[in-house]
């Protein structure tokens, strides 16, 4: 486990995350620790994370590739994310996402993708609807956080034509998420 860092805001964010999911379920759980990982990367001088890409954070924070940490995940490029976009998610209104929403309790994810999604270029994942951040991810020049939409659009407005009109919601597959539910572990058998 991690330790809490409490002067920290973004330390104040995870638990917030972590409070407000009461019911949470175990991968609720998993979800809390790994944006507890990525933040604390966030912290240390001259770090190998900034080398790791927007999409790979987000996934990495879904648990999409089964990794035992940060930096073992292999990185994402924008063609790679296109296609895990397209294969494993589903496109969906905003209208679509439940207005009390919180990964913690919810068994479907969301993604926010900002650019086209044949070509994105930020992804974002929904992690509360009910508070004034609801987005977590990593912003290029800021590390990981939590945002709102207008702090991401005012980050990312402008930069290779993207406007306003360039927000896109996604929710993961279900055949997807029962996949990496299965994934618990190996029982090994050593016999003498």
């Known amino acids: 486990m991690f330790m809490d860092q409490t002067g920290d805001i973004s330390s104040f964010a995870v638990r917030d995350l972590m409070l407000n999911g009461t019911d949470m379920s175990d991968e ?4 809390c620790e790994r944006i507890k990982e990525i933040m604390m990367m966030c912290d240390r001088e001259d770090p190998v994370y900034e080398q790791i ?3 790979s954070i987000a996934l990495y924070t879904l648990g999409y590739f089964d990794c035992p940490d940060l930096m073992s995940f292999q990185d994402v490029d ?10 494993h ?3 969906v209104s905003v209208e679509e996402v439940p207005w009390d929403y919180h990964i913690t309790q919810s068994d479907e994810k969301y993604l926010l993708v900002i650019g086209d999604p044949l070509f994105p270029l930020h992804f974002a994942v929904l992690t509360d609807f009910r508070n ?4 977590f991810s990593k912003l290029p020049l800021f590390g990981s956080g939590f945002d709102s939409l207008s702090e991401l659009m005012d980050e990312f407005s402008g930069y290779d034509g993207v406007n306003q009109y360039e927000v896109h919601y996604f929710r993961e597959n279900q055949d997807r998420m029962q996949s990496s539910s299965h994934r618990k572990g190996q029982i ?5």
């Open 53 to 55: 890409s927007s999409f």
């Open 28 to 31: 609720g759980f998993q979800i």
């Open 188 to 192: 090994y058998i050593v016999k003498d």
């Open 132 to 135: 004034e951040r609801p987005y």
């Open 78 to 87: 924008a063609q790679e994310a296109a296609a895990i976009l397209k294969e």
């Open 89 to 91: 998610f589903t496109p």
